[in-house]
């Protein structure tokens, strides 16, 4: 079965309860997307205190598109989110990170942007539960879709055939199939489902692309 998951990218609080409230009449999870106008240009905000404030349903993910996450990660140890992912092109301390977030009983993802090869998640890649392909370069809603991915989402999958596998980054129902052809679990999806008509729409559309 493969998971659609929304993705939460907001400026503003008021925004993000918006989309939680949204999200919790049709989803399990979400995908919160922190951005510190330093790894990428976008600047969203902080997440973890407004994860604190919520009682929610959802099961909920970070995704920390952040410079040296390592100074970042402490303030998600006590939020409810159940999993949190950090860009292997942030940090020289990966190690560190992924022992922090596994001994707090985190899930532990690993983020690669478009260029960056498979041949750097070796040194870790048995450490981290997920691997996580970005399709676009990361930062903002609706980037430009890099299908070129794909080949290395294959790669992945022909090197490292039991670790599970998620995409984000300009998916559609159009172009979700080869991703899930090439090896992806997970599919994260932003600006299609709250563009579209809105959540409840574009997950059935989803739904009829992948049955």
Known sequence: MIEIIPSILVKTREEFLEKIMAAEKQCERVH????????????????????????TTLKIG???????PENHIVRWLDTPVDKVIFHIEATKKAQEIIATLKEAE????????????????????DSVDFIHFMTVEPGFYGGKYIEAVIEKINDCRYFYPDKLIEVDGGITPENAAALVKAGANM?????????????????????????
């Open 106 to 125: 985190k899930m532990v993802g690993i983020a690669l942007n478009p260029s960056t090869p498979l041949e750097a998640l070796k040194p870790i890649v």
């Open 62 to 68: 970070a995704h920390l598109m952040v410079s040296k």
């Open 32 to 55: 919160v997307d922190v951005a510190d106008g330093i790894f990428v240009p976008n600047m969203t905000v902080g997440g973890f205190e407004e994860v604190k404030e919520i009682e």
């Open 187 to 211: 599919l994260v999806v932003g600006s299609y489902l709250w563009q579209n008509g809105g959540l409840e729409k574009g997950l059935e559309e989803f739904k009829k692309q992948l049955a």
